[in-house]
């Protein structure tokens, strides 16, 4: 199983980003989907998150300017990031909880490899 994520980038304060992270391999289902970001001398963090039924959470810093989607079919999670501040100047990880087979409940977790987001002048 591979999380391949993309989207990221140098933007203005103000500015917006679409990331996208497609999970590809042997896969059962998938439970949830979301992003977590890390800045440097700091702890990774939630930002936002996407279950199978489609219910949604977010982190407090982000609601109201993040949107996190997920495409099913696709395996694909976005998150559509605006209003961009440089406190969301960190590295973006997808990860995904899943299960590999239907006999099989046991649940993974998986990460993507990061992708950088920038938010400068």
């Known amino acids: 199983v591979q999380l391949q994520a993309s989207g990221g980038g140098l933007v203005q304060p103000g500015g917006s980003l679409r990331l996208s992270c497609v999970a590809s391999?042997?896969?059962?289902?998938?439970?949830?989907m979301g992003w977590y970001r890390q800045a440097p001398g700091k702890q990774r963090e939630l930002v936002a998150r996407?279950?199978?039924?489609?219910?949604?959470n977010y982190a407090d810093s982000v609601q109201g300017r993040f949107t996190i989607s997920r495409d099913n079919a696709k395996n694909t999670v976005y998150l559509q990031m605006s209003g961009l501040k440089p406190e969301d100047t960190a590295v973006y990880y997808c990860?995904?909880?899943?299960?590999?087979?239907?006999?099989?409940?046991?649940?993974?977790?998986?990460w993507g490899q990061g992708t950088q987001v920038t938010v400068s002048s």
């Open positions: 990860n995904a909880i899943l299960s590999l087979k239907a006999t099989d409940t046991t649940r993974f977790s998986y």
């Open positions: 996407v279950i199978s039924g489609g219910s949604t």
């Open positions: 391999g042997s896969i059962f289902s998938i439970d949830a």
